[in-house]
């Protein structure tokens, strides 16, 4: 089966930086859009970054300039840069991709990592 393992979250201070990773495992025949999703207690997850495998790119209008998604296609990974993080972006941070397997499409999701800011 396939697994997305995130990595990277933790503790921080407002305005430092963390970097998510995210690798996906299994008999994966194509990785196709990749990104990034978060939630916040008491609000509904919602995008914050997304990446074509052609790497086109696109953001939530909060996180533009700040955060940035990178993915390595021989490594079946995806990244999410952050600086100047802010207590607004204290959430759970999902991965998430669209893949292929068997000539089946469909949509997965790691387990979350936190990122918490605060000082």
């Known amino acids: 089966q396939v697994q997305l393992v995130e990595s990277g979250g933790g503790l921080v201070q407002p305005g430092g930086s963390l970097r998510l990773s995210c690798a996906a495992s299994?008999?994966?025949?194509?990785?196709?859009?990749m990104g990034w999703y978060r939630q916040a207690p008491g609000k509904e997850r919602e995008l914050v970054a997304g990446?074509?495998?052609?790497?086109?790119?696109n953001y939530a209008d909060s996180v533009k300039g700040r955060f940035t998604i990178s993915r390595d296609n021989a490594k079946n990974a995806v990244y999410l840069q952050m600086t100047s993080l802010k207590p607004e972006d204290t959430a759970v941070y999902y991965c998430?991709?669209?893949?292929?397997?068997?000539?089946?499409?469909?949509?997965?999701w790691g387990q979350g990592t936190q990122v918490t800011v605060s000082s």
């Open positions: 299994g008999s994966i025949f194509s990785l196709h859009d």
């Open positions: 990446i074509t495998r052609g790497e086109s790119t």
């Open positions: 998430t991709a669209i893949i292929e397997i068997f000539s089946t499409v469909r949509r997965y």
